[in-house]
C-alpha cells in the first residue's frame, strides 16, 4: 500500500516537470510536527526495517531522489543520529591509584589518546553506561543529575528491561533550550530503556529568591519526590565548574556570568547537584546558593553509591572537590582530567583550620 506523497507532488499534472522539481527542492522555514514525523517514518524504514532507498520510493510514492533528501533532513534535525562505537581503552594504572587515594567503590578511566573533547565524552558516556548495566539489579531506585556527561551515559544505555526499577530526577529542572541533557528528559529515556517507571522533581533548579526556594522545598509534591533518596541504591551525577567558559548553568541561561562569580569568589570550584563546594571538599555557602531547588548535602551523602560523570582537564578542580567531600564515592573520567586530579592533590594543601 503506497503512502500519498504531500500535495507539491500533485503540482506536476498542473505546472509540469519544471514546478514539480523547484517545489520538491523547497524547505518550509518551520519544522512542523507532521514533517518531523514524515522524516522519523522515512528514516524508520531505511535504518531499522533495512530497506533500501529504491525500495521506500516505490512504497511511499516518493522519488528515490526525495527520500535521499528525507533521510539527510532526518540527520540534520537530530531525528537521526549516527554513533560509531570506537574500541574504548581504560587505564587501569590510573584507576588503582583513583581507587586506593580516594577509597573509591568505582572507578573507570577512559584512554582518551587523541580524541577531541566531543569524542572523549562520548567514550566516558559509553564507560559510564556499562558500569550502571553490570549494577543494575531488580527493584533499584536511581538518582538522575543533568547534563552533557549524563546524556552521553544515557545515550549509550542499551535496552535491558528490569523488574521494579525506579528514576528520580534529584535537581531541579533546567529547562535549557537542549531538553536532551536535562533532568527530566534524562530520567524518561533512562526508565523507558530499563522498562522501570520515572518521577521528575516539579520545580525549576534555580528561582528568583530564598523565599520561594523555601516555599518549594516545603512543598509537598517536591518533598515527596526528595524522600525518594532515602531509598536510592545510586546516584548518577554531572560535576559542574565555576569556569565561565565551561558552565553549564551560565549556558544554559540558568545563571549570569556575575552570579557565577559570585560562587568563584566565595573559593568554589564547582558543583555536584548544584551543591557548591571548594576544592578541599567544603562547601561555599552564598546567598544565592539557597535559591536551588535540590538534593541537600546530607540526603545525597546517604546514598550507597554516588557516582560522578566528567572528563576534560577543566572538571579536574571540581572532581578533586566533590572526591575530597565525599560528594561522589565513584567516578567515570579520563586520563586527562584523571592526571590533573592527581597532580592537583599534590599541589594543594589542606585548608588551614
Same mark, same amino acid.
Given at each position: 500500500?503506497?503512502?500519498?506523497?504531500?500535495?507539491?507532488?500533485?503540482?506536476?499534472? $498542473?505546472?509540469?516537470?519544471? *514546478?514539480?522539481?523547484?517545489?520538491?527542492?523547497?524547505?518550509?522555514?518551520?519544522?512542523?510536527?507532521?514533517?518531523?514525523?514524515?522524516?522519523?517514518?522515512?528514516?524508520?524504514?531505511?535504518? +531499522?526495517?533495512?530497506?533500501?532507498? #529504491?525500495?521506500?520510493?516505490?512504497?511511499?510514492?516518493?522519488?528515490?531522489?526525495?527520500?535521499?533528501?528525507?533521510?539527510? #533532513?532526518?540527520?540534520?534535525?537530530?531525528? =537521526?543520529?549516527?554513533?560509531?562505537?570506537?574500541?574504548?581503552?581504560?587505564?587501569?594504572?590510573?584507576?588503582?591509584?583513583?581507587?586506593?587515594?580516594?577509597?573509591? $567503590?568505582?572507578?573507570?578511566?577512559?584512554?582518551?589518546?587523541?580524541?577531541?573533547?566531543?569524542?572523549?565524552?562520548?567514550?566516558?558516556?559509553?564507560?559510564?553506561?556499562?558500569?550502571? +548495566?553490570?549494577?543494575? *539489579?531488580?527493584?533499584?531506585?536511581?538518582?538522575?543529575?543533568?547534563?552533557?556527561?549524563?546524556?552521553?551515559?544515557?545515550?549509550?544505555?542499551?535496552?535491558?528491561?528490569?523488574?521494579?526499577?525506579?528514576?528520580? $530526577?534529584?535537581?531541579?529542572?533546567?529547562?535549557?533550550?537542549?531538553?536532551?541533557? /536535562?533532568?527530566?528528559?534524562?530520567?524518561?529515556?533512562?526508565?523507558?530503556?530499563?522498562?522501570?517507571?520515572?518521577?521528575?522533581?516539579?520545580?525549576?533548579?534555580?528561582? /528568583?529568591? +530564598?523565599?520561594?526556594?523555601?516555599?518549594?522545598?516545603?512543598?509537598?509534591?517536591?518533598? /515527596?519526590?526528595?524522600?525518594?533518596?532515602?531509598?536510592?541504591?545510586?546516584?548518577?551525577?554531572?560535576?559542574?565548574?565555576?569556569?565561565?567558559?565551561?558552565?553549564?548553568?551560565?549556558?544554559?541561561?540558568?545563571?549570569?556570568?556575575? $552570579?557565577?562569580? =559570585?560562587?568563584? +569568589?566565595?573559593?568554589?570550584?564547582?558543583? =555536584?547537584?548544584?551543591?557548591?563546594?571548594?576544592?578541599?571538599? *567544603?562547601? #561555599?555557602?552564598?546567598?544565592?546558593?539557597?535559591?536551588?531547588?535540590?538534593?541537600?548535602?546530607?540526603?545525597?551523602?546517604? =546514598?550507597?553509591?554516588?557516582?560522578?560523570?566528567?572528563?576534560?582537564?577543566?572538571?579536574?578542580?571540581?572532581?578533586?572537590?566533590?572526591?575530597?567531600?565525599?560528594?561522589?564515592?565513584?567516578?567515570?573520567?579520563?586520563?586527562? #582530567?584523571?592526571?590533573?586530579?592527581?597532580?592537583?592533590?599534590?599541589?594543594?594543601?589542606?585548608?588551614? *583550620?
Amino acid at each position: 500500500m503506497h503512502t500519498k506523497p504531500p500535495d507539491f507532488v500533485l503540482y506536476y499534472s $498542473q505546472f509540469g516537470r519544471c *514546478q514539480i522539481f523547484s517545489m520538491l527542492w523547497y524547505d518550509p522555514p518551520i519544522m512542523t510536527l507532521e514533517r518531523l514525523e514524515l522524516l522519523a517514518k522515512i528514516a524508520g524504514l531505511y535504518f +531499522e526495517e533495512g530497506l533500501t532507498q #529504491a525500495q521506500i520510493a516505490r512504497q511511499t510514492g516518493y522519488s528515490r531522489s526525495m527520500v535521499s533528501r528525507l533521510l539527510k #533532513a532526518a540527520k540534520e534535525q537530530g531525528i =537521526v543520529e549516527v554513533r560509531i562505537h570506537h574500541p574504548l581503552g581504560r587505564r587501569s594504572d590510573i584507576e588503582k591509584t583513583l581507587r586506593k587515594t580516594f577509597h573509591l $567503590q568505582e572507578v573507570r578511566v577512559l584512554q582518551s589518546n587523541a580524541r577531541d573533547y566531543p569524542m572523549t565524552l562520548r567514550g566516558v558516556g559509553v564507560l559510564a553506561a556499562r558500569l550502571v +548495566e553490570e549494577l543494575l *539489579q531488580d527493584g533499584m531506585t536511581i538518582g538522575m543529575s543533568w547534563g552533557t556527561s549524563l546524556a552521553e551515559m544515557v545515550f549509550a544505555l542499551r535496552p535491558q528491561p528490569r523488574t521494579g526499577i525506579h528514576v528520580v $530526577q534529584i535537581i531541579g529542572s533546567m529547562g535549557s533550550a537542549d531538553l536532551k541533557i /536535562d533532568g527530566p528528559e534524562l530520567a524518561r529515556r533512562m526508565a523507558h530503556l530499563l522498562g522501570g517507571r520515572y518521577t521528575i522533581l516539579p520545580a525549576p533548579l534555580f528561582v /528568583d529568591s +530564598e523565599a520561594t526556594q523555601v516555599a518549594l522545598m516545603h512543598d509537598r509534591r517536591v518533598q /515527596d519526590v526528595l524522600c525518594y533518596a532515602e531509598a536510592m541504591s545510586i546516584a548518577l551525577i554531572g560535576v559542574g565548574t565555576v569556569e565561565y567558559d565551561y558552565s553549564s548553568m551560565v549556558r544554559s541561561g540558568y545563571l549570569r556570568p556575575d $552570579q557565577l562569580a =559570585v560562587f568563584a +569568589e566565595a573559593g568554589a570550584v564547582g558543583d =555536584v547537584c548544584a551543591i557548591h563546594f571548594d576544592i578541599h571538599g *567544603q562547601l #561555599a555557602e552564598t546567598a544565592l546558593q539557597r535559591r536551588f531547588v535540590n538534593i541537600d548535602p546530607v540526603r545525597l551523602l546517604g =546514598v550507597p553509591l554516588r557516582v560522578g560523570i566528567a572528563c576534560g582537564s577543566a572538571k579536574a578542580r571540581p572532581i578533586l572537590g566533590a572526591l575530597r567531600g565525599g560528594l561522589i564515592n565513584a567516578l567515570v573520567t579520563d586520563d586527562r #582530567a584523571a592526571s590533573h586530579v592527581l597532580q592537583l592533590l599534590k599541589n594543594t594543601s589542606p585548608p588551614t *583550620q
